[in-house]
């Protein structure tokens, strides 16, 4: 079975192509013939070692990937769903050494899997599952009330994308950030103020709300940059988990590792999908040996939506 994966860390070069071993379905498990898996800037942390330390006592190849989507082709026994072979679906992956997405074929426990969006492609389902499910943490954290205002930074990306539609659907008033070019796709979103993105963000979301915003979701890791345009008492939500004690703002560390088995939160973001609240974004695809040039890619920056490795 192919794979995409790596023996050490280090830049884009290091990935290869890999021989795994296929596995096959245990009690509560279904396996996925993988037809697509997303590149997430969480993949290339874990390739070039920033994110490395939990993995260092797992025997290399490791596999990155946490989105994957495709198609059932068998299920163990005591499934504890209505999966079944010939589904087509998706699933976030807790990627662990080489259990990882860049795979032909995965074995995943049947609660982390739900049915693919209905009117949309595999290599489009491929990335919604950890984005989504990162949006969703992030506004779970939050907890505010309809009426109540929320910024979001790195707002072009999917995380953020997905962060500012799910606000709205929510009934919360949307402040975001963007460059001049991206001005109309983050208003595409839904965001009902946007304002430039830049170090001076704080001040930029004052001059909207001179008293803060109620909560901030930090898709653009900007940290002490944009705690100053948060109200006292208020939320911040950072998804590398950065902190800081400052006027009663309460910080929260979104890891989506934590909903892991959550189909059950994965089958609502598919409906959003099929409302049309959600808008999945695919900027290209890689074939497997191509996945060097797909982390390079998003490395250098500015991709609006997601790369995909098409198996």
């Known amino acids: 079975m192919r794979a995409v994966g790596f023996f050490e860390f280090g830049g884009p070069e290091v990935l290869q192509l890999l021989d795994l071993p296929e596995g096959q379905p245990g009690p509560g498990q279904v396996r996925i013939r993988v ?25 290399p190849p490791h596999v990155p990937g946490m989105d994957v989507a495709g198609v059932i082709d068998a299920v163990g026994p005591d499934n504890p769903t209505d999966l079944a072979i010939g589904d087509k679906v998706m699933a976030m992956v807790d990627n662990q050494g080489s259990h990882g997405g860049y ?21 489009e389902a491929a990335t919604l599952p950890m984005n989504g499910l990162t949006a969703r943490q992030t506004l779970d954290q939050l907890a505010l009330q309809p009426g109540q205002t929320l910024a979001v930074t790195g707002a072009a990306g999917c995380y953020g994308g ?16 963007a460059s001049p070019a991206d001005v109309a796709l983050v208003r595409s979103f839904g965001a009902d103020t946007v304002v430039p993105r830049g170090k001076d963000i704080a001040a930029q979301i004052r001059q909207v709300v001179p008293n803060g915003v ?15 345009a948060v109200r006292d008492g208020g939320g911040y939500a950072s998804v590398r988990g950065w902190s800081m004690a400052q006027r ?37 695809t890689y074939a497997p040996a191509q996945a060097s040039e797909a982390h390079r890619r998003l490395e250098a920056g500015g991709t609006r939506g997601r790369l995909v490795i098409v198996f």
């Not at 997905?162 to 950030?177: E, F, N, R, S, T």
Request: proline content about 4%.
């Open 103 to 123: 795979r032909e074929s995965i074995v995943l426990s049947a609660d982390a899997v739900a049915r693919i969006p209905d009117g949309v492609s595999l290599i």
């Open 162 to 177: 997905y962060v500012i539609q799910l606000a709205k659907q929510a009934g919360l008033h949307v402040i975001a950030d």
């Open 248 to 284: 009663g703002i309460v910080c929260h560390a979104t890891w989506v590792r934590q909903y892991n088995h959550r189909a059950d939160l994965l089958r609502p973001l598919r409906q959003c999908v099929h409302d049309g609240v959600i808008t999945l974004r695919v900027a290209d």
């Open 214 to 228: 109620d909560a901030l979701a930090d898709g653009s890791f900007q940290c002490e940059l944009t705690l100053g």
């Open 35 to 59: 037809h697509a898996a997303t590149v997430n800037p969480t993949d290339t942390l874990l390739r070039n070692g920033s994110r490395a330390q939990a993995l260092r006592a797992i025997p």
